[in-house]
């Protein structure tokens, strides 16, 4: 039996020494673009899994049901999430492209059936995932809003989706926004402008031609209105938060140079 602890010992007393040299030889590779090994990314989805399941059990769902709660989600999450998680009709932006692991498009992927842990990833965010702890600025009840109108995303109309953030307030966190706020308005770097900035990056590559999926002109042309529109609905509820705080408005959509990049996108 003492031998068999002994070499148990020593067996994982290796893989420690072998973890370890990996570690502090810069051997492992911690680039965004440069997916996990599939062991390692098991390991962090379970632990992730778990976790949430285990912070949100004890949480207490509200009732989440009536439009008035969807409609004021959907003003925050046009704000908030869209950069990251899309929306009806949205296109790819930078963000969801360049972060891995990639954000869910909750639109079409759907989202997690359990209300309490939604909540509980909003409030409390997701470490070195590119998922924010949005509890540091909002109120619980601006969050549970957004879980409403998460719960009714899935499959969305796009035409239904415009209307929601239209007719909502807007970004509002029940004063829990400071100047220091990555949604502060500042020169050059509002929620509303990265909005904007969003669906324009979407309308510039429509106007070649040709989309990231090879359709022709004629349906990019029936995208391009259908994504104008979904900026349309944004900028009203921008419009419509003012009372709320004093960000600056969206920007207009062709008042400014085009977004390029080196590869013409």
């Not at 909502?168 to 100047?179: F, I, L, P, V």
């Not at 510039?204 to 104008?228: F, M, P, W």
Request: aromatic share 6%.
């Amino acid at each position: 039996m003492k031998k068999v602890l002994i070499t148990a010992s020593l067996t994982l007393s290796l893989f420690a020494a072998i973890g370890a040299g990996g570690v502090y030889s810069g051997v492992i590779n911690v680039g965004a673009d440069s997916p996990h090994e599939g062991w390692v990314y098991a390991l962090l989805d379970t632990a992730r899994t778990r976790s949430v399941e285990r912070y949100a059990s004890d949480i207490e769902i509200p009732d989440l049901q009536g439009e008035a709660l969807i409609t004021a989600g959907a003003g925050n999450y046009a704000a908030m999430c869209t950069s990251c998680h899309l929306a009806p009709g949205m296109s790819e932006t930078e963000l969801s492209q360049g972060l891995y692991p990639q954000p869910p498009n909750f639109w079409q992927t759907g989202v997690n059936d359990n209300p309490a842990e939604n909540f509980w990833i909003i409030k409390h965010g997701i470490k070195a995932s590119g998922m924010p702890a949005w509890g540091k600025s909002m109120q619980d009840d601006y969050i549970w809003q957004m879980v409403a109108f998460m719960d009714e995303l899935p499959g969305m109309s796009p035409q239904r989706y415009q209307t929601l953030v239209a007719s909502s307030a807007g970004h509002q966190h029940g004063e829990g926004e400071t100047s220091s706020d990555h949604h502060a308005s500042n020169a050059g770097d509002s929620h509303h402008e990265a909005m904007t900035d969003t669906v324009r990056q979407a309308q510039d590559t429509d106007s070649v031609g040709i989309s990231a999926d090879g359709h022709d002109e004629t349906t990019n042309e029936a995208h391009h209105e259908e994504v104008a529109d979904v900026a349309s609905a944004q900028e009203n509820a921008a419009v419509g938060s003012e009372g709320h705080h004093d960000e600056a408005p969206a920007r207009d959509l062709h008042s400014q140079e085009p977004h390029e990049h080196a590869n013409g996108h």
